[in-house]
């Protein structure tokens, strides 16, 4: 007897297999982000207290349903409303785009000639050049940005070859530069990468057939190649500034006291503060502010998954 999903020639997956096979994703989600994420909500909406843990209200269990109603009663949006009248929060949040937002510019112009010269070389060198671009992800994120610090340093690296070569010395450590400099450095394969491997796939010949219609290299870089590695520079963008916009160990080490960035607010709030609510609350609007990049992100991955 035939089965329900049996077609002439090949068998096609039952659904039941199917629906199967999607469940330890979804259960992956809910456990390691969905839980979490609920976990954060419910304290943002608690309110300080000197115990511990640092927050109030907790569910009576002993109280029945009378005590998750007097939990639920307890709940307000305190934490939230402190976040609005402090200005800390706020130029934290604004000085978290700046950073993110300067940064991604920064990486796109220096990684988008990055790739494309890693695209046009040939396929033997291109292996040697993309190995170098991830070369730096066999050492420690923590370690790497130590490294920065022995180089910035008054007496490290950079003064040492400035005063070499006779120039004064320069002073960038626990500065915005630094944090920029940083970031751009930490997240450069994230933007060279996805420009790479749209620039490396187009076909030579659109080129070729711009010349042969009058454009010049420029002209032809700019109404072919450009517009065509567009889902590109959205993906290298996208992935650079949602993660930069959270970062914590950059800002912290290189950057001065002076630099605000929300990852560094979160972790004062928690650990130096404990003022778990704020903080919880903080990480609620940074999540908020990184939804709509995200959804973006995810539109255009699938769209260069259809278009492969």
């Given amino acids: 007897m035939r089965r329900p999903w049996m077609r002439l020639g090949r068998p096609r997956v039952p659904p039941t297999w199917e629906a199967r096979a999607a469940l330890p994703p979804f259960l992956w989600l809910a456990l390691f982000f969905l839980i979490p994420f609920v976990l954060v909500a419910k304290l943002s909406l608690s309110d300080v207290v000197l115990a511990i843990p640092p927050y109030a209200p907790k569910i009576d269990w002993s109280a029945g349903l009378a005590g998750l109603v007097a939990f639920v009663r ?21 000085s978290s785009l700046k950073f993110a937002a300067v940064s991604t510019l920064i990486l796109l112009l220096v990684g988008y000639p990055l790739a494309y010269g890693m695209a046009r070389c040939p396929p033997s060198v291109r292996q040697a050049l993309l190995m170098a671009v991830i070369l ?19 007496e490290g690296l950079l003064n040492a070859a ?10 960038l450590l626990n500065t915005d530069g630094a944090v920029y400099l ?19 796939r187009q076909d030579a010949s659109l080129l070729e057939a711009a010349g042969d219609l009058g454009c ?33 160990v950059i800002p912290d080490l290189l950057g001065g006291s002076g ?34 990049p995200i959804v973006l992100f995810q539109h255009q991955q699938t769209k260069m998954m259809e278009t492969r």
Avoid at 136 to 154: D, G, M, N, Q
Avoid at 182 to 200: D, H, N, R, S
Wanted: with cysteine; net charge neutral.
């Fill in 74 to 94: 307890g709940l307000d949006f305190e934490a939230y409303a402190r976040m609005g009248h402090d200005g800390l929060y706020v130029a934290a949040y604004l």
């Fill in 136 to 154: 730096p992800f066999w050492t420690s994120f923590l370690i790497r940005v130590y490294a920065w610090i022995a180089i910035l340093k008054p």
């Fill in 162 to 171: 400035l005063a070499a070569i006779g120039l004064p010395a320069v002073n």
């Fill in 182 to 200: 940083g970031l751009v450095y930490a997240y450069l394969p994230f933007m060279v990468l996805p420009l790479y491997a749209v620039l490396e």
């Fill in 216 to 248: 010049t290299p420029i002209q032809a870089f700019w109404r072919v190649t450009f517009p065509l590695s567009l889902p590109g520079v959205l993906a290298g963008s996208l992935l650079c500034f949602i993660p930069m916009v959270g970062e914590f």
């Fill in 259 to 292: 630099t605000l960035m929300l990852g560094k607010t979160i972790w004062t709030e928690f650990f130096a503060n404990r003022d778990w609510p704020t903080a919880s609350a903080v990480a609620i609007v940074l999540l908020a502010t990184l939804v709509l």
